[in-house]
Structure formats: structure tokens, C-alpha cells
């Protein structure tokens, strides 16, 4: 059975009062409960026509529909998620690709520094190559042993567990390598470019 993933960012499972407080970044509070944010309407997608596709500044735009998804090398990951509007949620259960392994089946330009994930409903955010690199950052298709649902982003959506969760993005469709960063959707917005919440990085 594949062991399940940690953060390097987080602990694994703890208990105790003044441990999980250790683990809570500046200015949120604790909850169990799974919130719903979205920037607009949640999407029902037709998995016979889904896809996730890595382009830009690669050789050769690398897809794959569902069911070829699915058969990437997967893990089970246990992470913290801190969102902007102040919850943080500790343990969470995921289970999805490294954008690692993804990134073994393209090669990218040397210029690539930056990243844009974009979705089926149009959103993006951006992201530093090396925020996603290294175990950092995974696609996920489950949650909590069940698939994922479309409210929380199914039927999968990014997930960048040391930074806001609005840097995670729901119903992904892809990631665009570029040479120069380019703001997101909420960045456009006046949220900050990076989103680390043990700095608080919550507004430009």
C-alpha cells in the first residue's frame, strides 16, 4: 500500500491543544468543517470530456482524458489547508499526482520560470515553477476516501498545501509554463501574487 504523503511544510497527525496550535499560521482559526468558496457557479463536468493538459513553454503539449489520468502513479497525501478567509482545516485526506510525476512526461523550456493553472470554468492563478516542484504540489481526485466533489473542485483541482487555498485551483484543466509571471484571476483582483499564510501574505 502507498504510504501516505506529508507536507514538508506540515506534521502529520497530532493531537493536543497546544500542538495543532503550533500548526495554525497567523491570524486563522481552527475548524473541521470543509467550506465552500468559489469565484462564480460550480461546473458539472462530463468526465468523456475532461482533460488536463501541460503546455507553454514545453516541447510538446502533453493531455490526458480521465481514464488515462487515473492511471498515473497516485499517493495518498495528509496535509493543512489555510484559506484567505481565515479557516484552516488540519489533517486533510487527499489522494492525487505529484505534479512531479505529471512533469515526467513533459519537458520544459529552460526559460519556464512561472506557472499559470487554468480551469474548465475559466479561472487562473499563478505560480513560481519552484512552489510546485519538489512534493509541493499535487492534482487530487479524492477526498477523505471519496471522489472528489464538484463543490470542493471535482472532479479534480490543484492542491498547493503551503499556500492560501485560493492558489488551489478547483476543476483544473491544466498548467502553462511560461517565461514571465502573469497574475491570476483573485491577483488581478488585489490578492497577493504569492499567499503564504505563515506570512500572511493575504492582500497586495
Not at 83 to 100: E, I, Y
Not at 144 to 161: I, M, Q, T
Request: charge should be neutral; glycine fraction near 8%.
Amino acid at each position: 500500500m502507498t504510504e501516505p504523503f506529508v507536507s514538508r511544510e506540515f506534521v502529520g497527525k497530532r493531537r493536543g491543544g497546544a500542538e495543532k496550535a503550533s500548526r495554525l499560521p497567523p491570524g486563522q482559526y481552527l475548524t473541521e468543517d470543509f467550506p465552500v468558496l468559489s469565484a462564480g457557479p460550480t461546473p458539472r463536468l462530463d468526465l468523456k470530456r475532461w482533460s488536463f493538459s501541460i503546455e507553454g513553454l514545453v516541447k510538446e503539449k502533453v493531455s490526458w482524458a480521465w481514464d488515462d489520468f487515473l492511471k498515473l502513479p497516485a499517493q495518498n497525501y495528509t496535509v493543512d489547508i489555510s484559506c484567505v478567509t481565515k479557516w484552516t482545516h488540519l489533517d486533510m485526506q487527499w489522494r492525487g499526482v505529484s505534479v512531479d510525476t505529471l512533469l515526467e512526461h513533459a519537458e520544459l523550456d529552460r526559460k519556464a520560470a512561472f506557472v499559470t493553472a487554468f480551469t474548465h470554468d475559466g479561472y487562473t492563478t499563478n505560480l513560481p515553477i519552484a512552489d510546485i516542484l519538489n512534493g509541493r504540489a499535487f492534482v487530487a481526485y479524492q477526498y477523505d476516501g471519496s471522489p472528489l466533489a464538484p463543490e470542493h473542485g471535482g472532479p479534480a483541482r490543484l492542491v498547493v498545501p503551503h499556500l492560501y487555498f485560493w492558489k488551489s485551483a478547483k476543476w483544473v484543466a491544466g498548467l502553462r509554463f511560461m517565461e514571465k509571471d502573469q497574475r491570476g484571476f483573485w491577483e488581478s483582483a488585489g490578492y497577493h501574487n504569492h499567499a503564504d499564510p505563515w506570512k500572511e501574505e493575504r492582500y497586495s
